[in-house]
Structure formats: C-alpha cells, structure tokens
C-alpha cells in the first residue's frame, strides 16, 4: 500500500535557532510518544528554510520516521543564477525531498507549468523526492474548471516522466482558497479532487503506480480537522503549513492517521 506522510511546510518563518527548537520539541515529543504506525507506513517530513536543511538533516538522522525537504528549488542545475539554490546543494545537505510548485511560487514567483516541469526532473536527476502542489483558485472552483486546472497542472508538469520516475512523486492538492485561511475543504471535497487525480494519474501510469502514489492535502490542517480529511480514502496525509510551526499541534496531526 501507499505511504502516509505528515509534512510541515514552513515557509519562510524560523531562524536557524528557532528552527532547531521546533525540530527537538517534535523529535521529542515522537521519542515520548511514537505514532503506532511503522516508518514504512508513516513518514514525517519537515520542509524547512534553505538555511535550516543542513542541521535539520543532521537533528533527525537517528530518526527513521523523519525526512527534511526543502521548499524549492532552481529549474537550472547550476551556473550564474545568483541567489538561487540547486537541487545538487539541497541533496548534499542529506535532505531527501523537495516541495515544487507551491501555489505561492506559482503567484509570486510567476512559476510556469514548464518551469515546474524542469524543476521536477532536476529534482529527480539528483535523488530528490518532489512533493509537487497543484489546486486551484476559488474563482476557478466557481467556474467549476478546477477538475481540468489541476488536471492540466499535473499533465503539464509531470506526465512526461517515465513511470519509473514518476513513482517517486508526492502530489500534494492545495485549493488555494483553503491556505492560510482557516477555511479547509471538506473531506468530501478534499476525497472528490484526489479521487480525481488518481483516476487521471491511473489513465497515464495504470493501477500500480496510481495506487501507490502518495496523495497530500493541503489548506488549513489543523489538529481538529486532520484526522476526518486523512480518513479519507485517497487522502494519503498532509501538507500542513501554519500548524506545522506548533509543536503540539504538529504533533496531533502526526497522531491524528
Ligand atoms: P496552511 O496549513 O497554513 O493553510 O498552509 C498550507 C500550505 O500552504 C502548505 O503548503
């Protein structure tokens, strides 16, 4: 069967010290009370800031529960892209995946659905797990196109894999809507868009690779409201932003599969 996966996304929030406090208090409490479920079944992920990887990595190399992930990556493999941050330098850091294609990147960084295509299989070429997001805006869901925008977002970005590369990725659906705002989507809702995309990953890759991947809400997580969404049966875990930074939420939501 899939993987689970709780995976923090924190953006950019936490120095380097607060960032290593986050990192203990959750190791910590994991240590104090373990999820019942075994790191194959389960798996934690932190994505944290570019400056955070290397001592998240090292703070969490006992622990075979926990990945790191950065929360992007350059497109280009290397060369004179100042201030940019290849996936090369992410994976010598010993952090294992990358989020790509966040809904902020794709708003503020104008990330197109090539850009993304190359990010993702650089991310690949280097042994990066990609957590790729898609979702849609609200206005989009009123339209009622956010089954063919996310569709498009996954087609254009990702089905130019081969299926052995392909069965490395993490879809993470984030509506846009949802994030930051308190407002999640329902389970049913949440169930509806990954049915969906599971049913459009199996028309490209057939059953095996769709049952096998890993599909990641995102949008409002909370310790309340994550175990009804991860009960859902395309709902593989989540991609949890805010309550990623609480300690004890955080670790509610681990606890909540
Ligand atoms: P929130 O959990 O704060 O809504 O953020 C979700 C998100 O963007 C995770 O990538």
Not at 18 to 36: F, Q, Y
Not at 229 to 244: C, E, K, T, W
Request: proline share 4%; with cysteine.
């Amino acid at each position: 069967m899939r993987i689970k996966i709780a995976a923090g996304n924190w953006k950019m929030n936490t120095t380097l010290e607060e960032g290593r406090r986050l990192i203990n208090a959750i190791t910590e409490g994991l240590l104090n009370n373990p999820s019942p479920l075994s790191p194959n079944e389960l798996q934690v992920v932190f994505g944290v800031p570019f400056i955070t990887l290397e001592s998240a990595v090292d703070m969490t190399k006992e622990h075979k529960q926990i990945k790191i992930a950065a929360q992007n990556c350059c497109s280009e493999e290397k060369g004179a892209f100042t201030g940019e941050v290849s996936a090369a330098m992410i994976r010598s850091t010993g952090a294992q995946c990358v989020i790509i294609g966040h809904s902020e990147r794709r708003e503020y960084f104008n990330e197109s659905h090539a850009m993304l295509a190359k990010k993702v299989d650089v991310a690949l070429k280097n042994n990066l797990i990609p957590i790729f997001c898609c979702g849609e805006k609200l206005e989009i869901r009123h339209k009622n196109d956010h089954f063919d925008l996310v569709k498009k977002q996954i087609e254009e970005s990702l089905f130019h894999l081969n299926p052995d590369l392909f069965a490395h990725v993490v879809i993470a659906y984030e509506p846009v809507w949802a994030i930051g705002t308190g407002v999640t989507a329902t389970p049913q809702q949440a169930q509806e868009m990954h049915n969906v995309i599971r049913n459009f990953i199996n028309k490209r890759y057939g059953n095996s690779i769709s049952n096998s991947t890993t599909i990641l809400y995102g949008g409002s997580v909370n310790a309340g409201n994550a175990g009804e969404l991860f009960s859902q049966p395309d709902v593989d875990g989540g991609l949890i932003g805010g309550a990623s930074l609480k300690a004890d939420e955080f670790l509610k939501i681990i606890h909540s599969f």
